[in-house]
């Protein structure tokens, strides 16, 4: 029986079941646990921070692990590292390790601990215990709760956390003064090291992070406009789908109104950009804005959405997005082998692949890199160790670089499931000359071995291929047998289970990734990011959105048309009273920049004229191009991807001072503007009124007809000019460099 004190309190530990209250002092007999005592005091102060000790070699000679994630490294170093100089039973209070946390000794991270503090007297009674590694019938720390994860708060409110940590014996501790919070958004909600969270002064919603040793938990924050809105407001609104019935569930307790629905043009414009990356030809425009083809609006726009699907820049676009995600440099995997893994990934677009087929193909390929494309993943990616975090960010939202290294900062995720998730990719085995860099030109071929393992950097245990969850069904993954002499190959199993309609992550990180490039923001960002510190501003939505997409035997086309024919995807960007400061919830459509290779193609569409690339065909569109080794100043200052860059490569999706500058000096879009053989100069050789000219410049550039005022001034422009064409050209080049154009509303 161990007697806890509290000022006057007695609390009895008997077989196996306690609760401390918070701020609890052990008796001064009582046994101190190195892990559940001393690490988790260590971690409060950060003492184990990446700043501190805890960074890869340590601080003036004193190394812990990150954050506490390997308490043998620590008790060791603690207590046995530098002959044990940093700790001194016989007189425990001049230890090296109390007098440098008390700053009674020079310390450069400061003092930590006040001598007549609880911290301080239980690292002293460890201390005089010999520095134990454990105790006798010591329980494990299994997991740790939140009294309260949702509040929903006024501005400047204030409420506390707490935090109780649970472990395996059943006895349970209040922890909340030596848990480490962080909000997610400071100006939103902030929270001091107490676990009070403060709410700012304006609306918004954010998420607060409660991390005790390596357990995580969130609270999810929410400061509601403070004049709720009548429910009528959102009882008249249209609903299309389950999207909008999500989207406005939450924006009414929000108390924030949508924006209106856009006119026929805006929709036009931003279909088409978003489904094909190509603005739609004059004809086209006419054709659907003057109503020619009859049915009620939203019958003509669901048939062009479906128009838009079936034309062949669909695959060209799409696959561009993952050509970023998959495609490395060339002159590191041999020109030919990327552009056969371009080729494929273009190819699984036309032919309308299922989503788990096409990522199974990958996480299976194996052969000839210059015969399956595919195979090029694992040309560049060549250790288990580096496939394995790709594999798991981009199919499972999951990011595992941490782990590698120690047990991840802000997920679960340890090294055990590292370097188990690793063991999938073990037996990739190669034939052929390998990398040579800068050429590597030679062919390889990807195989399954019969060798191959993965072991653990810091026991050596031989790794088994473990997935990183179990499926709801808690059915194992199911094993993989030898085929016609073929070896086991573990990758299949994975693939399996990744692809399971069971795997709700499968389906959520594309479909977040989908809709993040339709709505101009994920529901989780980063898109491949998902973890219970990164929460889903709508988790119902997201986990709607994935239900639909594995109902649909995932049919990316038919997710795509789901979300272009919501009501929600067609809010204006123009920002209302009631949303102006809204940026997580789709009150109104999030403007965001063309796409460096859509807006290369805007430009040829308008001018008339056609780029010319390197190691590309005649007429070849900025779309179609299969390496960004290719040379383009355009393509470059609008935010490509550098070629040097490993993939997943990210681009930056914020305007610049540079590309401004560039629309408006570049001496190419000034030739293109002016060439003989351009739309400027065809106009203003025909037989076509100065008000036909307008509405073809407008149309062609920003798929709308002129507003009176703008078909007034131009007509009048074109009408004194003495020679029409260079009007014209001045014209088009002012639009092609006015934010209507650049910018998707």
Same mark, same amino acid.
């Given at each position: 029986?161990?007697?806890?004190?509290?000022?006057?309190?007695?609390?009895?530990?008997?077989?196996?079941?306690?609760?401390?209250?918070?701020?609890?002092?052990?008796?001064?007999?009582?046994?101190?646990?190195?892990?559940?005592?001393?690490?988790?005091?260590?971690?409060?102060?950060?003492?184990?921070?990446?700043?501190?000790?805890?960074?890869?070699?340590?601080?003036?000679?004193?190394?812990?692990?990150?954050?506490?994630?390997?308490?043998?490294?620590?008790?060791?170093?603690?207590?046995?590292?530098?002959?044990?100089?940093?700790?001194?039973?016989?007189?425990?209070?001049?230890?090296?390790?109390?007098?440098?946390?008390?700053?009674?000794?020079?310390?450069?991270?400061?003092?930590?601990?006040?001598?007549?503090?609880?911290?301080?007297?239980?690292?002293?009674?460890?201390?005089?215990?010999?520095?134990?590694?454990?105790?006798?019938?010591?329980?494990?720390?299994?997991?740790?709760?939140?009294?309260?994860?949702?509040?929903?708060?006024?501005?400047?409110?204030?409420?506390?956390?707490?935090?109780?940590?649970?472990?395996?014996?059943?006895?349970?501790?209040?922890?909340?003064?030596?848990?480490?919070?962080?909000?997610?958004?400071?100006?939103?909600?902030?929270?001091?090291?107490?676990?009070?969270?403060?709410?700012?002064?304006?609306?918004?919603?954010?998420?607060?992070?409660?991390?005790?040793?390596?357990?995580?938990?969130?609270?999810?924050?929410?400061?509601?406009?403070?004049?709720?809105?009548?429910?009528?407001?959102?009882?008249?609104?249209?609903?299309?789908?389950?999207?909008?019935?999500?989207?406005?569930?939450?924006?009414?307790?929000?108390?924030?109104?949508?924006?209106?629905?856009?006119?026929?043009?805006?929709?036009?414009?931003?279909?088409?950009?978003?489904?094909?990356?190509?603005?739609?030809?004059?004809?086209?425009?006419?054709?659907?804005?003057?109503?020619?083809?009859?049915?009620?609006?939203?019958?003509?726009?669901?048939?062009?959405?479906?128009?838009?699907?079936?034309?062949?820049?669909?695959?060209?676009?799409?696959?561009?997005?993952?050509?970023?995600?998959?495609?490395?440099?060339?002159?590191?995997?041999?020109?030919?082998?990327?552009?056969?893994?371009?080729?494929?990934?273009?190819?699984?677009?036309?032919?309308?692949?299922?989503?788990?087929?096409?990522?199974?193909?990958?996480?299976?390929?194996?052969?000839?890199?210059?015969?399956?494309?595919? %195979?090029?993943?694992?040309?560049?990616?060549?250790?288990?160790?580096?496939?394995?975090?790709?594999?798991?960010?981009?199919?499972?939202?999951?990011?595992?670089?941490?782990?590698?290294?120690?047990?991840?900062?802000?997920?679960?995720?340890?090294?055990?499931?590292?370097?188990?998730?690793?063991?999938?990719?073990?037996?990739?085995?190669?034939?052929?000359?390998?990398?040579?860099?800068?050429?590597?030109?030679?062919?390889?071929?990807?195989?399954?071995?019969?060798?191959?393992?993965?072991?653990?950097?810091?026991?050596?245990?031989?790794?088994?291929?473990?997935?990183?969850?179990?499926?709801?069904?808690?059915?194992?993954?199911?094993?993989?047998?030898?085929?016609?002499?073929?070896?086991?190959?573990?990758?299949?199993?994975?693939?399996?289970?990744?692809?399971?309609?069971?795997?709700?992550?499968?389906?959520?990180?594309?479909?977040?990734?989908?809709?993040?490039?339709?709505?101009?923001?994920?529901?989780?960002?980063?898109?491949?990011?998902?973890?219970?510190?990164?929460?889903?501003?709508?988790?119902?939505?997201?986990?709607?959105?994935?239900?639909?997409?594995?109902?649909?035997?995932?049919?990316?086309?038919?997710?795509?048309?789901?979300?272009?024919?919501?009501?929600?995807?067609?809010?204006?960007?123009?920002?209302?009273?009631?949303?102006?400061?809204?940026?997580?919830?789709?009150?109104?459509?999030?403007?965001?920049?063309?796409?460096?290779?859509?807006?290369?193609?805007?430009?040829?569409?308008?001018?008339?004229?056609?780029?010319?690339?390197?190691?590309?065909?005649?007429?070849?569109?900025?779309?179609?191009?299969?390496?960004?080794?290719?040379?383009?100043?355009?393509?470059?200052?609008?935010?490509?991807?550098?070629?040097?860059?490993?993939?997943?490569?990210?681009?930056?999706?914020?305007?610049?001072?540079?590309?401004?500058?560039?629309?408006?000096?570049?001496?190419?879009?000034?030739?293109?503007?002016?060439?003989?053989?351009?739309?400027?100069?065809?106009?203003? %050789?025909?037989?076509?009124?100065?008000?036909?000219?307008?509405?073809?410049?407008?149309?062609?550039?920003?798929?709308?007809?002129?507003?009176?005022?703008?078909?007034?001034?131009?007509?009048?422009?074109?009408?004194?000019?003495?020679?029409?064409?260079?009007?014209?050209?001045?014209?088009?080049?002012?639009?092609?460099?006015?934010?209507?154009?650049?910018?998707?509303?």
């Amino acid at each position: 029986m161990h007697t806890i004190t509290r000022q006057c309190c007695v609390w009895i530990w008997l077989a196996g079941s306690f609760a401390i209250p918070c701020g609890f002092t052990l008796a001064a007999d009582a046994p101190v646990s190195f892990e559940l005592d001393v690490q988790p005091i260590l971690t409060a102060h950060s003492c184990n921070s990446g700043g501190c000790h805890g960074k890869q070699r340590g601080q003036n000679g004193f190394q812990l692990s990150l954050l506490g994630f390997d308490p043998e490294f620590d008790h060791a170093a603690v207590s046995r590292d530098a002959r044990g100089r940093r700790i001194f039973p016989a007189s425990p209070e001049n230890s090296l390790l109390l007098l440098k946390a008390t700053a009674e000794l020079p310390h450069g991270g400061g003092r930590k601990i006040e001598r007549d503090s609880e911290d301080y007297q239980t690292l002293a009674r460890w201390i005089a215990q010999a520095a134990p590694r454990r105790v006798e019938e010591e329980p494990t720390l299994e997991r740790v709760t939140l009294e309260q994860d949702s509040f929903s708060l006024t501005p400047s409110q204030s409420e506390s956390l707490r935090v109780t940590a649970h472990y395996s014996d059943n006895s349970t501790r209040d922890v909340t003064r030596l848990t480490t919070y962080l909000s997610n958004d400071d100006a939103v909600v902030s929270v001091d090291e107490n676990g009070t969270i403060q709410a700012g002064s304006l609306p918004g919603e954010t998420a607060v992070m409660a991390r005790y040793m390596y357990h995580i938990k969130v609270a999810n924050v929410v400061i509601p406009q403070t004049e709720p809105l009548p429910a009528a407001v959102f009882e008249s609104l249209p609903r299309n789908s389950f999207i909008d019935e999500q989207v406005y569930k939450k924006l009414q307790t929000l108390g924030i109104e949508p924006s209106p629905t856009v006119d026929d043009h805006v929709f036009l414009r931003r279909v088409s950009l978003d489904l094909i990356g190509r603005l739609p030809t004059v004809e086209e425009a006419k054709a659907f804005l003057d109503g020619t083809e009859g049915g009620t609006k939203a019958e003509r726009r669901a048939k062009l959405v479906d128009q838009l699907l079936d034309r062949p820049e669909f695959a060209d676009h799409w696959a561009g997005y993952w050509a970023d995600m998959l495609r490395p440099n060339p002159y590191r995997v041999g020109i030919k082998a990327v552009m056969n893994y371009d080729n494929w990934i273009r190819q699984q677009f036309r032919d309308d692949v299922p989503y788990d087929s096409f990522v199974r193909q990958l996480v299976t390929a194996k052969g000839s890199t210059w015969q399956n494309g595919a %195979a090029t993943l694992y040309r560049d990616r060549r250790s288990p160790d580096e496939v394995a975090p790709m594999v798991s960010q981009l199919f499972l939202g999951i990011r595992l670089d941490c782990a590698k290294c120690h047990h991840h900062v802000f997920e679960k995720w340890s090294q055990q499931d590292f370097y188990q998730f690793s063991a999938y990719f073990a037996k990739v085995g190669y034939k052929g000359t390998g990398l040579s860099p800068p050429i590597s030109g030679g062919e390889e071929v990807v195989f399954t071995s019969t060798k191959g393992s993965v072991s653990h950097p810091l026991t050596g245990e031989t790794m088994t291929p473990t997935p990183l969850f179990e499926l709801p069904s808690g059915q194992p993954v199911a094993a993989t047998e030898e085929t016609d002499g073929e070896p086991v190959d573990p990758r299949v199993a994975l693939a399996e289970w990744m692809t399971s309609k069971e795997n709700d992550s499968f389906a959520e990180v594309q479909v977040n990734r989908t809709w993040g490039i339709l709505m101009g923001r994920g529901l989780v960002e980063p898109v491949d990011d998902l973890r219970a510190t990164n929460p889903a501003t709508n988790p119902a939505l997201l986990s709607a959105l994935a239900d639909e997409f594995q109902a649909s035997d995932y049919s990316f086309k038919q997710l795509l048309k789901t979300i272009v024919l919501s009501q929600v995807y067609l809010h204006s960007s123009e920002p209302t009273p009631s949303n102006v400061a809204d940026r997580l919830n789709y009150s109104r459509h999030y403007r965001r920049r063309l796409r460096a290779e859509v807006l290369a193609d805007a430009v040829a569409d308008v001018t008339q004229t056609t780029d010319s690339f390197q190691a590309m065909p005649p007429d070849s569109r900025a779309n179609q191009v299969w390496t960004t080794r290719v040379n383009s100043i355009f393509l470059d200052t609008f935010g490509r991807p550098n070629e040097n860059q490993d993939p997943p490569c990210e681009r930056l999706p914020e305007s610049t001072v540079t590309q401004a500058l560039h629309l408006m000096n570049s001496q190419q879009l000034d030739q293109r503007v002016r060439s003989d053989n351009g739309r400027a100069a065809k106009l203003a %050789a025909s037989q076509k009124t100065s008000e036909q000219i307008v509405d073809e410049l407008y149309l062609s550039t920003f798929t709308r007809y002129p507003t009176a005022d703008e078909r007034d001034y131009a007509v009048n422009l074109i009408n004194a000019a003495a020679e029409r064409r260079s009007v014209i050209e001045d014209l088009m080049w002012a639009m092609l460099n006015s934010p209507e154009f650049s910018i998707l509303n």
